[in-house]
């Protein structure tokens, strides 16, 4: 509204400037480009992270496999974390040494993280394994993939924003700057007459 209300302002003003009108346009350009560049960008943007995304949770869940593990036995906690949420989400779990099979059939056995707070041996629970039986993390599901695809598409529309915001930014600068080398060049052709009669000052 300020650049519409610029161009309105400048449009018959005696006093007005090239550089007056030049900055109301670029203002009004600016703000043009935000209002509709910048959703359209994030939009699509998002689209785009939506779709890898939703393509890399249907190959999660196609190659990896819930199956059931069973204790051997209780293993120590190993060396500390210092990762505070990697760590709190391991006092979650036990370290165990357990047997499961692959879902090719082979036999595995080692260890790995059990969801049982105090687990004895022949205890059974639950363990993500990728199609050999190597332990995995659980597969993304589509919920979380759709909000990091919106997370991503703000993210980028609030980016194209401020890159357009930055740019108005600069070019008022640059216009300003040689706004006032001009000035100075007036006044090194002025000054030295200024006062003086019959200067035409």
């Known amino acids: 509204m300020r ?3 610029g161009l309105w302002r400048w449009r018959h003003n005696p006093l007005r400037r090239t550089t007056d009108l030049v900055e109301s346009w670029v203002a009004l350009v600016a703000l043009l480009l935000i209002l509709v560049a910048a959703p ?3 939009c699509l943007a998002g689209a785009a992270a939506d779709n890898s995304l939703q393509r890399s949770v249907r190959d999660q869940w196609r190659t990896r496999h819930l199956v059931t593990a069973t204790v051997v036995r209780k293993l120590g906690r190993g060396s500390p974390d210092p990762d505070p949420e990697t760590s709190s989400a391991r ?3 036990s370290r165990v040494l357990a ?3 692959a879902p090719d059939g082979t036999a595995r056995h080692g260890a790995v993280l059990a969801a049982l707070k105090s687990p004895h041996p022949g205890d059974r629970f639950r363990l993500w394994t990728d199609d050999h039986g190597r332990t995995v993390s659980r597969p993304l599901d589509g919920a979380t993939a ?3 695809a ?3 598409g703000f993210g980028v529309a609030a ?3 401020a890159l357009v915001e930055g740019g108005r930014r600069l070019i008022v600068w640059r216009m300003v700057c040689r706004r006032y080398a001009r000035w100075d060049q007036a006044w090194d052709k002025a000054g030295p007459d200024w ?4 200067t035409g000052s």
């Not at 006062?195 to 019959?198: P, Y």
Request: hydrophobic share 45%; no cysteine.
């Open 99 to 101: 047997d499961w099979t």
């Open 146 to 148: 759709t909000t990091h």
């Open 159 to 161: 980016m194209t924003a």
């Open 195 to 198: 006062g003086r009669t019959g």
């Open 91 to 93: 006092d979650a779990h």
């Open 3 to 5: 650049a519409i209300g």
């Open 150 to 152: 919106v997370l991503a």
């Open 40 to 42: 359209v960008a994030g």
